[in-house]
């Protein structure tokens, strides 16, 4: 449930002065409104290079709390295919490969140029340097548009990225259910990967699955749940019995004294000086963070258990409470402040990243494009090209090593379409020139000049603070 607008959680507007009111001061909001188109699906052809070039027709979707992108075979033997939201970088429109061939052929079906119909996702496997693209062509060009700008509306500035225990343990659930078959089971393989598999083994899983009779056997003998029976109570159970969560709620009760643990829980005061000692840094004035009141602690109470008792909290609240968002280790307050802007550039540290291109070591590595689109992406503001001859042309490599070779217009046209993406503050290129003809000198100013056009700064800054407020060098 969504928490009322008078709970302590709430406090000032992000870039107040103010001290923050209690320990329990959360201002981040964690739910993001999930477009309809996404939510009730979109039919798609999901096209895989090779051979023959088969379509996949599937239904694609979001989940209403936006963890996951994921698709519907029409075979409903065959389980989900899932797309963590966290690990997609954007959604680009057009082709996603360079093969003629594949692009002909979805010509011929179309009839017309499918530019517009066709939507390439691009999902980061192993960090920014492997990405995978996965390529889609929707039914409509208004369709694939407005399907493009909802998903990267919920990748941009994502606030689950910081989120505490609690969302991921319901992220980790969401999972579960969402990787079953078109008849709602659930394999226990897709179970253990979810958040098991480097604990324990999938054996062990499915004895406490069997333990709880919710365990059934598809008709080639492979073990599965039915998704009606993995309630979030029973992911709590199976959580409970093979993880040590539990424990930290027993040393809580532990440190109070040993009848406590014996109880399970502890009275309003002891849970009151609990929060304003342990979950407190207690070396910090209370000018800075102010213990809290009874009152407050009964709110928490009252948050946290379904069927509140006057003066108790049980251990199940407790529990509750150490996995909330209240407890998330990160101060999220932080996370919606902006620095003061008005600064020379020189007094900021930048978000910077060397050797761009690259992939791997600097020596014997892959050099890419992609590189760009991922840095910049990620809020890099200052990025390096490596510029060298060949022939008549410009090109980007490590020099004197055995790097690959980017073409040098690539390289440009990609910073140009996602310098100001994820950020509007400027962007500065480090550039390590070996081209020294006036020839190539030239070609390279007119490539910056006909590319950025009216975003390349060309003219010496006098005095001119990086605001976004009037005239300023943002997007530059």
């Keep these: 449930e969504d928490t009322p607008t008078s709970s302590p959680m709430y406090t000032e507007p992000p870039m107040s002065r103010q001290p923050r009111r209690s320990v329990l001061a959360r201002t981040l909001t964690l739910k993001r409104e999930v477009d309809s188109l996404l939510t009730e699906g979109t039919q798609f052809w999901r096209w895989e290079q090779g051979e023959n070039h088969a379509p996949q027709k599937l239904m694609m979707f979001v989940d209403k709390d936006a963890f996951f992108l994921y698709a519907k075979s029409d075979d409903k033997s065959k389980p989900n295919l899932l797309w963590d939201l966290f690990l997609i970088s954007d959604v680009r429109s057009g082709l996603p490969s360079t093969d003629m061939k594949l692009h002909e052929n979805l010509r011929v079906m179309k009839s017309r140029d499918i530019k517009d119909y066709f939507l390439t996702v691009v ?184 069927k509140p008792i006057e003066g108790v909290v049980t251990a199940k609240a407790i529990f509750n409470y150490l996995l909330s968002e209240e407890c998330n280790v990160m101060n999220t307050e932080l996370l919606e402040q902006t620095m003061d802007m008005t600064h020379p550039l020189s007094h900021y540290f930048i978000n910077s990243s060397h050797n761009t291109y690259l992939l791997g070591y600097q020596y014997n590595s892959w050099s890419s494009v992609e590189m760009y689109r991922q840095c910049l992406l990620l809020g890099c503001r200052c990025i390096e090209l490596d510029c060298w001859p060949e022939g008549e042309d410009i090109i980007i490599t490590h020099g004197n090593a055995l790097c690959s070779k980017i073409r040098f217009e690539d390289v440009v046209e990609a910073i140009n379409e996602y310098a100001f993406v994820t950020s509007n503050y400027p962007v500065i290129l480090s550039i390590e020139n070996h081209c020294k003809t006036t020839f190539l000198l030239q070609k390279m100013a007119r490539i910056f000049i006909e590319t950025f056009g009216n975003k390349l700064l060309t003219a010496p800054l006098e005095n001119m603070p990086i605001t976004c407020n009037r005239f300023s060098f943002c997007k530059k």
Aim: aromatic share 8%; hydrophobic share 40%.
């Design 123 to 306: 999902y980061r496997r192993d960090g920014i340097v492997h990405v995978d693209y996965i390529g889609l062509m929707c039914e409509a060009p208004d369709v694939a548009a407005r399907w493009k700008k909802a998903v990267n509306s919920l990748l941009l500035h994502n606030p689950q990225r910081n989120a505490g225990i609690d969302t991921f343990l319901s992220k980790r659930h969401t999972q579960i259910l969402l990787s079953c078959n078109g008849y709602g089971q659930i394999s226990v393989q897709s179970i253990h990967n979810a958040f098991l598999q480097h604990y324990h083994p999938e054996s062990e899983l499915s004895k406490v699955l069997s333990f709880y009779s919710i365990l059934k056997t598809m008709d080639d003998g492979v073990p599965y749940v039915q998704v009606a029976d993995f309630t979030v109570e029973m992911y709590t159970l199976i959580l409970n019995q093979l993880t040590n969560i539990r424990n930290n709620v027993d040393s809580v009760l532990l440190n109070i004294g040993e009848k406590t643990v014996k109880k399970q829980q502890m009275t309003l005061h002891e849970f009151q000086a609990f929060i304003s000692n342990d979950q407190r840094n207690p070396f910090l004035k209370d000018a800075v963070i102010r213990p809290i009141s009874k009152e407050q602690a009964q709110a928490v109470i009252e948050r946290h258990e379904k």
